[in-house]
């Protein structure tokens, strides 16, 4: 582990500037690259302590613009289109990539890495995506995942996936089907079997009735 101060908040790790420690990893790969944290060194927190106030007012002036910006996208929705096989899977997926630049031609301001994607998207559907406008300020996006822009319409309009819209239909019919086939009054007419349980405590009552019967004769 090694430690680092932190630029600005990093969720579920600290506030700008807290000092953590952090695997070197992270730090190496994400933390430092991208100037979120300086490593914890005595140089790095005096000159930190010299730029707090400033870094402290960009920060704020930053939250500011994210939020007015988060009024007026979020609950918004994109719409991707994408080659999909008849069960909805798709060939390939949707990356954090594609919703930032299905984003941009919508005209949201977004970049790919304000983009939460834990996975890839594999399916067609409405996909909500959690979108990082500033280290404070999340937002929601709807994405969804279409074959035509007609399918992405009755999609939005249904509030999920046609597949499964067809899927849900083709069960209710085939239950229907088969309830006309067999009649639901010869369904309701056959008592449930007894167990072989049941069958053989009701052999050995009777056996007991008829025994007593003999001994009273």
């Not at 008849?86 to 954090?96: C, D, I, Q, R």
């Not at 977004?110 to 909500?128: A, H, N, T, W, Y």
Request: charged share 30%; hydrophobic share 45%.
């Amino acid at each position: 582990m090694i430690e680092v101060i932190l630029l600005e908040r990093i969720e579920k790790l600290g506030l700008m500037g807290q000092t953590v420690k952090v695997r070197p990893g992270f730090a190496r790969n994400y933390l430092l690259p991208q100037k979120k944290a300086l490593r914890a060194t005595k140089a790095n927190l005096e000159a930190f302590e010299k730029q707090r106030e400033a870094l402290e007012a960009k920060n704020a002036t930053l939250r500011t613009e994210a939020e007015k910006t988060a009024q007026t996208i979020d609950g918004a929705k994109v719409v991707v289109i994408r080659q999909a096989s008849e069960t909805g899977m798709l060939y390939g997926s949707v990356s954090a990539r594609d919703v930032a630049e299905v984003a941009k031609e919508a005209g949201f301001p977004i970049e790919r890495l304000m983009v939460q994607i834990d996975q890839p998207i594999k399916m067609l559907g409405l996909f909500p995506v959690k979108i990082k406008l500033h280290p404070e300020v999340a937002i929601k996006l709807t994405v969804n995942v279409a074959r035509s822009p007609e399918e992405a319409v009755l999609q939005a309009e249904k509030g999920e996936a046609l597949i499964r819209q067809a899927e849900v239909a083709a069960t209710a019919e085939a239950e229907k089907a088969m309830v006309e086939a067999i009649g639901p009054s010869e369904a309701e007419s056959e008592p449930p079997a007894a167990d072989e349980t049941t069958k053989k405590a009701k052999k050995t009552r009777a056996k007991k009735t008829a025994k007593a019967e003999e001994v009273e004769e």
